[in-house]
């Protein structure tokens, strides 16, 4: 008897085909690509390193100083690579020629994920280096590896937040929008300077602020959280289902205005 429907090619080899596809396009782009992993590096030196030794909360203002700026790094790249990445498909009408591809969305998505994580892995790991060796950081191994994977499994809601800036924004303004959204939301969260240095408001307004609970994850490793893993990482949850639930209307928004 003859196959009622044809079979589909293998998930798993799509998925690692189009994230390839992702990380080699994030990297050919140097407008991305370097200030992505310069940045980060500039900014703990300019605001880390001169205060190495004194102390904050008990760690020195370097290690304090790298775990602020590690998930600075890891938020801009996640906020940058999906939302410019996203607007400029639609711009390109990348996004309607996929259409008529065998390509599956979730293989398109994931391979964005995967390629996201897998960047911001060398930009989280080559600012940590520098941190290492410049600002004579040491921390054991573990607690290495702790700094690194709990700021790229935390780094969802920052996905998703930059998946609906990539449909609501055209490509020409998802970089500005982001940068409205990435740098004054940062700040008033700590991870340029300590909140109890800042003005009262910034006190106010950081536990509204994902990037505030992102930075626990990040204080934790150096002994230094102001908020349990667990209250951190309940808050990190809800801001990535309020964020994919804005994605997801403003992706059929699209879908209903393209295709009817």
């Known amino acids: 008897m003859a196959k009622a429907a044809r079979e589909l090619a293998p998930l798993a080899p799509i998925v ?5 596809s992702e990380f080699l396009r994030l990297i050919r782009v140097p407008a991305f690509s370097v200030p992505s992993i310069i940045f980060p590096i500039m900014f703990y030196a300019l ?3 001169p205060f190495a030794h ?8 370097a290690a304090y100083a790298l775990a602020s700026f590690g998930a600075y790094s890891v938020i801009s790249v996640a906020l ?23 390509l599956p969305p979730i293989a398109y998505l994931a391979g964005k994920v995967i390629a996201t994580l897998a960047f911001a892995a060398i930009a989280l790991g080559s600012l940590l ?3 290492a060796i410049a600002g004579g950081v040491h921390l054991s191994v573990a607690a290495w590896l702790t700094l690194g994977a709990r700021l790229l499994v935390g ?8 998946f609906a800036v990539g449909y609501l ?47 626990q994850l990040a204080w934790a490793t150096m002994g230094t959280p102001t908020e349990s893993i667990g209250v951190s990482t309940l808050w990190l949850i809800g801001f990535t289902i309020l964020f994919l639930i804005v994605a997801i209307r403003a992706y059929y928004r699209e879908e209903t205005k393209t295709f009817g």
């Open 16 to 20: 690692v085909a189009q994230a390839r």
């Open 47 to 49: 605001f880390g390193l």
């Open 54 to 61: 004194a102390m904050v909360e008990g760690v020195s203002v």
């Open 80 to 102: 940058f690579s999906f939302g410019i990445t996203v607007a400029n498909d639609r711009g390109e009408k990348t996004t309607v020629l996929m259409r008529a591809t065998p």
């Open 129 to 131: 280096a520098f941190g």
């Open 155 to 162: 780094v969802f809601p920052f996905i998703t937040l930059g």
């Open 169 to 215: 924004a055209g490509p020409t303004s998802a970089i500005a929008i982001l940068q409205l959204i990435n740098l004054p939301m940062s700040f008033a969260s700590g991870l340029f300077v300590p909140l109890p240095e800042l003005p009262g408001w910034a006190g106010k307004i950081a536990p509204f602020l994902p990037a505030y609970h992102f930075g």
